[in-house]
Each structure stands twice: as C-alpha cells, then as structure tokens.
C-alpha cells in the first residue's frame, strides 16, 4: 500500500508560479508511473502530467509548455513545476502512483491550487 502526501499548493497570482511535491511511503523506483491530476468544481478528474519510470513523459495539451513533471526516485518523491499559471488552472492537484504488477492505482488526499488576482 503506497501514501501518498501532497504539499506546494496555495493561492497564487495569474503568470505566476508553484511547484507541487509528492512524497511516497515507499521506494518508487518499481512504480511504473507517477502522475498528476487536478478536479476543478463541477469537473471531472483529469489527467496533468505523467512519468514512468524509464522517463517518458505524457501532459494534457492545456498545460505543454508551461508544467513540468519530475520524479526523485531516491527521495521518494514527484513534483510539479507549474509555471505561467492561469485562472482555468485552479482545482484540487492529486499525486497518482501507478504499479502494473499488479495494475493498481494510489492517490494522495489533494492539494488545492487557486489562481486568481
């Protein structure tokens, strides 16, 4: 069983910027991938960004070219670097931790960010 804890959210200006850490309870070098998702009210989750573990990287059109996804596999931990931040860009950010064998998702409790002058 992988716990995940969320932390860097807050409320930050319009063109602004935040990094998003993800602390793991466990060695994260077996896990195949770990992953950001946000829900906005009245939204359904969505996939951020993800990282396997071998690198590859997969973000959501909304957010290439200005979010970063990183993970530490020796700190245990995955980060999102958000950067020129956007009103539409505010929601509750969720560390997702993907293992294929077996095929099991975790999640972190959240994270709210909010975006606004």
């Known amino acids: 069983q992988v716990q995940l804890v969320e932390s860097g959210g807050g409320l930050v200006q319009p063109g602004g910027s935040l990094r998003l850490a993800c602390a793991a309870s466990?060695?994260?070098?077996?896990?195949?991938?770990m992953g950001w998702y946000r829900q906005a009210p009245g939204k359904q989750r969505e996939l951020v960004a993800l990282?396997?573990?071998?690198?590859?990287?997969n973000y959501a059109d909304s957010v290439k070219g200005r979010f970063t996804i990183s993970r530490d596999n020796v700190k245990n931990a995955a980060y999102l670097q958000m950067n020129s931040l956007r009103p539409e860009d505010t929601a509750v950010y969720y560390c997702?931790?993907?293992?294929?064998?077996?095929?099991?998702?975790?999640w972190g409790q959240g994270t709210q960010v909010t975006v606004s002058s």
């Open positions: 990282m396997t573990n071998t690198g590859g990287t």
């Open positions: 466990e060695n994260i070098v077996t896990i195949w991938r």
């Open positions: 997702n931790a993907e293992t294929a064998i077996p095929p099991r998702h975790y």
